[in-house]
């Protein structure tokens, strides 16, 4: 597969965080934070483009808009009593399953003078994700599925079954386009979790929001629909393969310690809005 020299993957040095291992106590409020604190990195040019991986155990992230749901206590009570960590990000979109199985994706570009348009921040990894896969003979569509969870327009599906979602989040001259990837497990115990939530959250109440149906067949994992034991050890090495192939240089980092503090900031946030939506059940 050929990669248009225009697309945001080619850069000239790449910046690789891997927070794929940190484990069952690595908290997904962590890894918002930090791509926020990332993105005023590479806002300032303090550091070239950020390709970061990170893995987060039976955690439920939910956006703001399902903050509003009119019977949010018992769909949260509902994904607690099924072991998982419930978490708002700072962000859009909606409610989303992480687990070790999931590998998440975030890629961090400036935004250039003229400003890179949505589009083309989903494009660069749709590509991305094109390239590490091609060896698999995964023939990818980037189009909205009609019953998933999370649904938008560059759902990632194989014969119209989604393993994955992107998301973007623009702040402090960074732009950071973040994907969830559905590598192994099923993908149908994770819509139905999910559509198990919106029912108990919404009972037969009307809202001004609109909430997806979630049919569980329509999603599933790379490893079920390519047929292939993966694992996310072996997408991360598809990752660092692509990232060497559109690149000069590598450079495996963890955070700076100007950036830990930011870091710090930025989970104060991320705690101080988490504690408002869950302290109205207390």
């Known amino acids: 597969m050929l990669i248009s020299s225009a697309s945001l993957i080619h850069q ?3 910046r690789f965080i891997d927070h794929s291992s940190l484990g069952p106590q690595f908290d997904a409020q962590h890894s918002f934070a930090i791509d926020d604190t990332l993105c005023a990195s590479v806002g ?3 550091s070239p483009a950020i390709a970061r991986t990170w893995v987060h155990h039976d955690t439920i992230v939910l956006g703001i808009q399902d903050t509003k749901l009119p019977f949010l206590k018992d769909g ?3 994904l607690k009593s099924s072991g998982y960590h419930v978490i708002v990000r700072n962000s859009g979109g909606l409610a989303v399953v992480l687990d070790k199985n999931v590998l998440n994706l975030s890629l961090i570009f400036p935004d250039s003078e003229k400003g890179i348009d949505i589009n083309r921040g989903y494009d660069a990894m749709l590509d991305l994700i094109k390239y590490m896969l091609k060896s698999h003979g995964a023939r990818i569509e980037a189009r909205e599925i009609h019953g998933s969870y999370c649904p938008g327009s560059y759902d990632l599906s194989i014969d119209g079954r989604k393993f994955a ?3 973007q989040r623009r702040l402090r001259g960074g732009i950071a386009v973040q994907i969830y990837l559905c590598v192994t497990g099923s993908g149908e115990e994770r819509a139905d979790l999910i559509r198990q939530f919106y029912e108990l959250s919404l009972k037969d109440a009307t809202t001004k929001f ?5 049919k569980p067949n329509t999603m599933s994992s790379l490893g079920d629909l390519l047929q292939l034991e993966l694992t996310v050890e072996k997408l991360l090495l598809d990752l660092l393969l692509t990232l060497k192939d559109h690149s000069e240089t590598i450079i495996s980092s963890s955070l700076t310690p100007e ?3 930011l870091f710090q900031q930025n989970l104060i946030r991320m705690n101080d809005r988490n504690d408002k939506v869950f302290s109205k059940f207390e």
């Open 44 to 46: 300032k040019t303090d």
């Open 165 to 167: 979602g992107i998301s």
């Open 259 to 261: 950036e830990q503090l």
């Open 12 to 14: 000239p040095q790449w």
């Open 210 to 214: 609109t909430f997806p149906l979630i």
């Open 76 to 78: 949260v009570e509902f």
